[in-house]
């Protein structure tokens, strides 16, 4: 560094330093962890400072980056439209222990393991633990596939901080999947580890080596599980999308739409996390699974672990995640903390009833239910009667199990409500929550909007409860939105709405 930063330096706290800037006609910026920036009290910065700083490093590779050979630090250069280096980016890198103490056990399992995370919260950091760890302590053959040397150091020899795992360094980030696969081909190793797969050719190069049985432990681009199933070029790191046509006994059995989206295959990793900061980490230790949830719109509990002053705490969160239905009738993407009740927890089966509506009421009146897909494993099963006629063979699968079966005569909140009620014999004292959860307004318009559903589906015409003369208004305006028609018919009490197609 130019002296005129090294002295000013000094005055500064170093210990939450993760970056120095330069840059031409500037002051030199510090910027520390948690997003403070310190503006040094010196001169800019001019073109000598810079090329003193290039005068002492290696030269920059294709993209722009070089280091310091035996340390983990990290310069990248911003160069002018001729070429030249008019800023420089010093990125401070560290061995930090213990960042994984939470995850020990899962790094341990030989399942291959996805980070994901936005910048600066550690993944890097877990790579290089994770590598020291699985090759010294578990003895297993590691190669790191180290694009920018960030994992292992500058330098022809590994930093001391990834143990015996050998490197590989890539010369350009465009052959990161060609060294990959050279990796597997000619090293035999157990376990590869790479950082940042970025592109449709890495993530195919990550399933070949998956099929091949080698443990693989790399980031990705994504702040989530549910943005990584979104993107068409990383999704294959989780089994992909494809769009299906369901058959009508099972669009009505999952109570969705005919055309849905389920996983396309296998993932590629067996196990998802999510870096939410740097202590805090929340797993889905079943990909396949935890696709398949978000995909169906079933809620989704990760299990969160954290690092604390080298103490490890485990806690669940409640993930909501939204339906894939017309957007205009969904409920909106929501994550809290789940609480542990003290009573068992009550397995639910629904048979053409709204999940949406059900998960709504079980976060509203804080119900110790849980939703579940085998009707073989449930307590109790709660189904619409208009699909019930039949004789469907779910419900006849209930009855052999002896799980009790209650009937909804429609999909609206209030009489899901009223049957999950009876269902889990939820006397008035019971449940606070349900004191507070009266809105009558609410109930009304939630109702209304299953009546509209129901008709942009095919029905003709649905009643709706009676409602004073304000709750109808607000009716009337929400039929009005989506272009069909409503009346109040029915005198005093008993007055309420008609919907129905223009």
């Known amino acids: 560094m130019p002296q005129k930063v090294v002295s000013n330096l000094s005055c500064s706290k170093l210990d939450d330093v993760i970056e120095i800037v330069l840059d031409i006609g500037r002051i030199p ?46 310069i990248s250069a911003i160069r002018n439209r001729q070429g030249k280096v008019i800023g420089l980016t010093c990125r401070i890198g560290r061995v930090v222990t ?31 633990e994770i590598s020291r760890l699985v090759a010294d302590e578990l003895g297993k053959r590691v190669v790191i596939v180290d694009t920018s040397n960030e994992i292992a150091g500058d330098g022809d020899v590994p930093h001391p901080a990834v143990g015996s795992a050998r490197r590989m360094q890539v010369p350009q980030p465009e052959y990161q999947k060609d060294i990959m696969i050279e990796a597997v081909e000619n090293h035999t190793p157990e376990v590869i580890v790479v950082d940042e797969i970025g592109t449709e050719a890495e993530a195919q190069a990550a399933r070949t080596i998956a099929e091949r049985g080698v443990m693989l432990i790399a980031t990705a681009h994504g702040n989530c599980l549910e943005s990584l199933i979104k993107n068409p070029t990383l999704s294959d790191l989780v089994g992909g999308i494809q769009s299906v046509t369901l058959g009508d006994d099972e669009a009505k059995r999952r109570a ?98 709204s999940r949406t509506i059900v998960e709504k009421l079980i976060e509203r009146l804080n119900l110790n239910v849980e939703i579940i897909r085998n009707v073989e494993d449930a307590d109790i099963v709660i189904a619409h009667k208009n699909f019930a006629k039949g004789g469907a063979k779910v419900l006849s699968t209930a009855k052999e199990y002896r799980v009790q079966i209650f009937y909804v005569k429609t999909n609206s909140m209030a009489q899901i ?35 509209i559903k129901s008709i942009m589906e095919g029905a003709e015409v649905i009643e709706l409860a009676p409602r004073n003369s304000q709750i109808r208004k607000l009716q009337h305006e929400l039929a009005d939105q989506y272009n069909l028609g409503s009346t109040s018919i029915g005198e005093g009490t008993d007055r309420h709405l008609r919907i129905h197609r223009k």
């Open 98 to 128: 213990g960042t994984i103490a939470c995850i020990k056990d899962i790094c341990t399992q030989g399942k291959s393991i996805l980070f994901l995370g936005p910048p600066g919260v550690g993944k890097t950091t877990k790579l290089r």
């Open 29 to 74: 910026e510090v910027r520390h962890a948690g997003g403070k920036i310190e503006r040094l009290n010196c001169d800019i910065v001019n073109d000598d400072d810079i090329n003193f700083v290039i005068s002492h490093i290696q030269e920059f590779t294709h993209d722009n980056r070089s280091g310091i050979p035996g340390t983990l630090h990290r």
């Open 256 to 353: 969705s739409q005919k055309t849905v989206l389920e996983r396309e295959k296998q993932p590629t990793f067996d196990i998802v996390i999510e870096i939410l900061d740097r202590n805090t980490l929340a797993v889905y230790k079943n990909t396949s699974e935890a696709v398949d949830y978000i995909l169906r719109g079933w809620p989704i509990r990760p299990e969160i672990r954290k690092v604390e002053e080298n103490k490890e705490s485990v806690q669940e969160i409640k993930q909501e995640v939204q339906t894939p239905q017309d957007n205009s009738l969904n409920f909106s993407f929501s994550r809290q903390k789940y609480v542990e009740q003290a009573k068992p927890v009550k397995k639910l089966y629904l048979y053409a009833v």
């Open 417 to 451: 409500q009223k049957v999950l009620k009876d269902a889990l014999d939820i006397q008035p004292g019971d449940v606070e929550t349900l004191q507070g959860y009266s809105d009558e307004t609410e109930l009304a318009l939630d109702e209304a909007r299953e009546a």
